[in-house]
């Protein structure tokens, strides 16, 4: 078992990342002072799979849970869920000291962290995810929102999780297609902050890709570890944290244009990543044998790397983009990368070189 401090003084919390670390949930709760009535947040395709031995192990603690379940996929992730989630936890009669469990991969941690932080005011949280993209990065660093039609992770808010536990056990049931997708995101790491960490990605992929226990519990670990500095610095992203949406803008604005569910998030990132990548050669003097060797990591990983786009598609994806978070007096604005782990933000771009990068 390994454990990853996120340092924000008062708030600060623990990623216990480890094997069947779940089952010691309850005692968990216990020892953070929560009080008995509590939600487990989760979806159709999770919680026939994991909710029987969480439920049993915040029973055993002395807990009154009860279970709300989403629909799986990323079109749960809306305000219309939201609302569902708000009613279950009135019938229940949750109050300020009570709590909810994500469990589920990312769309459920951004549902339940965006319903803890505004229900009652904000209640305490615990995540619990599920799928390797949300073990190594959203259920970190207190990120919670929903989508709108027009854009992802448009409603949101700031709230940090009081506890994540990364059990390497509920991996085990991950479809392939969606393990290899959270590998986009421990190669953002790699790039992004750790060079050397890159290098042991081009070394143990392989282990990785095999679900290896130590390797698997490594990457984790270490993915954890780089959001938690950044986290720690930089909260609400007035600057460094940025450099965590690296492939972000486009890739974000491809799931939109393509239709929740086309692309897994992994998938359009590892795109975004790729095209950034190649706009930091023309714009940053990154150099061409660093590009390739990205783009041969993700191929390696069984992930996308361009995307032929039509001029409607063209259209749409810039009007998505310039919905961005990270947009600053209209303008769409890049993390882009000197070297390998050493990036750069708030970097324009023209657009004529986004459409040269996406292609292949």
């Known amino acids: 078992m390994r454990t990853v401090k996120v340092p924000l003084g008062a708030r600060s919390y623990s990623i216990v990342i480890g094997r069947r670390v779940a089952d010691r949930l309850g005692r968990a709760c216990a020892k953070l002072g929560f009080s008995p009535k509590c939600a487990v947040v989760t979806d159709t395709q999770v919680g026939p799979l994991h909710s029987a031995r969480i439920l049993a192990s915040l029973r055993k603690a002395g807990f009154s849970p009860v279970v709300v379940t989403v629909p799986a996929g990323e079109t749960a992730k809306c305000l219309e869920q939201v609302e569902i989630c708000y009613r279950a936890l009135a019938r229940h009669r949750l109050e300020r000291k009570s709590f909810l469990v994500a469990l589920g991969g990312g769309v459920v941690g951004d549902l339940a962290g965006f319903v803890a932080a505004t229900y009652l005011r904000g209640i ?10 949300a073990q190594v990065d959203s259920s970190v660093g207190g990120k919670t929102g929903v989508n709108l039609p027009d854009g992802k992770n448009l409603v949101g808010a700031f709230h940090q999780p009081r506890l994540v536990m990364c059990d390497l056990a509920t991996l085990d049931s991950l479809p392939e297609r969606e393990f290899r997708a959270g590998i986009a995101e421990i190669i953002k790491y790699g790039i992004i902050r750790d060079a050397a960490f890159f290098e042991q990605l081009e070394r143990d992929l392989d282990r990785l890709l095999a679900r290896e226990e130590a390797a698997l519990g490594a990457f984790v670990a ?9 986290v720690g610095l930089d909260e609400t992203e007035t600057g460094l944290r940025s450099i965590l949406n690296f492939g972000h803008t486009l890739g974000h604005a491809l799931e939109t244009v393509a239709g929740y569910g086309r692309y897994l998030h992994g998938e359009a990132i590892a795109i975004g ?5 190649r706009l930091s050669a023309e714009l940053l003097g990154l150099p061409a044998e660093a590009v390739e060797r990205l783009q041969a990591l993700f191929a390696r990983a069984g992930l996308p790397t361009s995307v032929s786009l039509d001029a409607a598609q063209k259209k749409r994806l810039l009007a998505a983009m310039q919905l961005d978070k990270k947009v600053s007096g209209g303008e769409i604005r890049f993390v882009l990368a000197e070297a390998i782990g050493e990036v750069r933000w708030g970097k324009r ?3 004529k070189l986004i459409w040269r990068a996406l292609a292949p």
């Open 222 to 230: 270490r993915s954890c570890e780089i959001k938690a500095e950044v």
């Open 124 to 133: 305490p949280f615990i995540q619990l995810p599920t799928t390797l993209v």
């Open 273 to 277: 990543q790729v095209a950034a990548a």
């Open 349 to 351: 771009v023209p657009e």
